[in-house]
Structure formats: structure tokens, C-alpha cells
């Protein structure tokens, strides 16, 4: 089964989205990405759900990929516009209630949006985001936020491969790292956009959100998680573990900052094994 490359405009903003259908009678599974990827990153893991007949979606955030990069008086690039640009997509495609799958720094809106709008999510898995007011932003992704550092920086293609391999911790084919690239050689604007998230990330307000939020979370939640992160160690994402019984951790020993890259498979498995499970409780 193929994976569908589509568009969507919501009102100002065009989406750009990765789709793979599968199955009606399973609810969609939407992927969240990290930056500075984009959609791309989720090939392998919209193949392997929608093989197992489930719809996947994966979308470019606005100012990522291929979607539209506004400029900030069009469009704030903090969570609070990220989280309602969000909500009108899944709005947009009719999303009333679906697996959510986050991951990396951004991934962040997705746990904001399942925390505001839990009746919407049936099960809720979180690959190497983070979690807690522990987390801190790499430094080499801080100085995109920097004047005048930020603006050169991003402007450089290659910025794209050197972070998505050294988060990955392994070589990535150049046929994919061209794709990863593309949207940087296409336009500053997406450079433009990153140093503009960067910049209003406010990650210490809401990690507090969030770990305020997963106090009273209830829906059945999975971490999957790269054990050689060199950005988001895996101790936030034990303790979480560890304190809530509706979630469970599961270790990709190998594994850094961007486990869907090389280890699709099994974190497609796990996925499926987590969504077909009828009672849900730790061993």
C-alpha cells in the first residue's frame, strides 16, 4: 500500500500531510513529528500500521516540510498557535477520535492537545518527547533561536542532516536525507520558521502543563523510547512510567533522539501489539 502525498488549506494555512488508509473499521492513528524534521520521518511507520489496516496521517507542522511557512504576523509559532492550528486540522479531516503518536521537541503541542482533549484519544504513545520541567532544549537547537547565529545557521541546508544524524546516531541514506533537505533548499522561509519556533518555544511553561496534566491522565499510554538519547535522557520518561498505571515504557536500547528512522519496525510492532491489546495493565 502506498503512502498518498496530499495538501489541505484551513483557513490561511496550507497543510501538507502523508496518508496511508488502511482499514474503516480501525480508528486513524495520527503522527506528530520533531523538528527539524518533517512528516518524512514516518514513512516507514505509516507503511507498516497501514499494512496492519490502519489509516495513518502524518503532517507537516506549519513552518516544517512542506506545509506553509507564514510570517510570524501571520502566525505566532507558539504553542498556543500550534496547538489551534492543530485542532483545526484534525477538525479539517474529521478526526473525532484516533490514536495520537508524538515525537521530539514540538511533540510537545501533540501531549497539549491529547491532555485538553482526552475524549478524542483512544491510546496515546510518545516516543523521545519530553515530559517533564527536567527537559531542556539541546544547545546546538538553542542557537537557532540566537540573533544573528540563529539567521545564518538556518539557512544552511545541511543543518537538517548534521542534527537528524547526530539525534539518530546513525547514518542516514542520502536518497532520505535529500528529501529532508529539500524544503531548506526550496526557501528561507523554513529556515525563517524554525528560528521563530525556537524563539517561542516556551518549553519550561509547558512542560508544567503537561506534567500537571499527565497528574490526571487516565487513557492508556506507551513510551517508546531510544535509550541513547543524548538530548531527553530516559529518566523522565521512567518516572512517568513508574507513577501512572495506565502507562507503560517500553526500551529500544540503541536507540537516540529519533528511533523512527532506524528502528520502524520495531516500533511499528509495538505499536500494533499496543493497539490491539483489549484489557490494558502492566504485567
Same mark, same amino acid.
Given at each position: ?27 486513524? =492513528? ?175 511553561? =509547558? ?77
Amino acid at each position: 500500500m502506498s503512502i498518498t502525498e496530499k495538501t489541505i488549506n484551513i483557513g490561511k494555512l496550507q497543510w501538507f500531510y502523508r496518508e496511508a488508509s488502511g482499514s474503516s473499521d480501525n480508528l486513524p =492513528v495520527l503522527l506528530l513529528h520533531g523538528i527539524p524534521a518533517h512528516s518524512f520521518g514516518w514513512r516507514e511507520v505509516l507503511s507498516f500500521l497501514t499494512k496492519q489496516g490502519y489509516r495513518a496521517i502524518a503532517p507537516d507542522w506549519i513552518g516544517s516540510g512542506f506545509s506553509a511557512k507564514p510570517e510570524r504576523r501571520d502566525f505566532a509559532y507558539t504553542p498556543e498557535a500550534y496547538l489551534a492550528a492543530l485542532a483545526e486540522f484534525v477538525a479539517a479531516l474529521e478526526l473525532e477520535q484516533f490514536h495520537l503518536v508524538v515525537q521530539g521537541f514540538l511533540g510537545s503541542v501533540g501531549l497539549q492537545y491529547a491532555l485538553a482533549h482526552p475524549e478524542q484519544i483512544e491510546r496515546l504513545i510518545i516516543l523521545n518527547t519530553p515530559l517533564s520541567k527536567t527537559a531542556k532544549l539541546p544547545w546546538q537547537m538553542k542557537l537557532w533561536g540566537t540573533p544573528f547565529v540563529g539567521d545564518m545557521l538556518t539557512q544552511d541546508p545541511l543543518l537538517v542532516d548534521r542534527t537528524l544524524e547526530k539525534g539518530s546516531g546513525f547514518v542516514i541514506a542520502d536518497d532520505n536525507l535529500a528529501i529532508y533537505r529539500k524544503p531548506f533548499l526550496q526557501s528561507s522561509a523554513v529556515g525563517r520558521a524554525l528560528v521563530a519556533t525556537i524563539k517561542n518555544l516556551q518549553l519550561a511553561t =509547558v512542560m508544567a502543563e503537561i506534567e500537571t496534566g499527565f497528574s490526571r491522565w487516565q487513557k492508556p499510554t506507551l513510551l517508546i523510547w531510544g535509550m541513547e538519547d543524548p538530548w531527553l535522557p530516559p529518566t523522565e520518561a521512567e518516572q512517568l512510567a513508574a507513577s501512572r498505571p495506565n502507562v507503560e515504557m517500553i526500551q529500544l536500547p540503541e536507540a537516540k533522539h529519533y528511533p523512527q528512522e532506524h528502528w520502524s519496525t520495531e516500533i511499528g510492532e509495538t505499536i500494533i501489539y499496543f493497539f490491539r491489546r483489549q484489557v490494558f495493565a502492566k504485567d
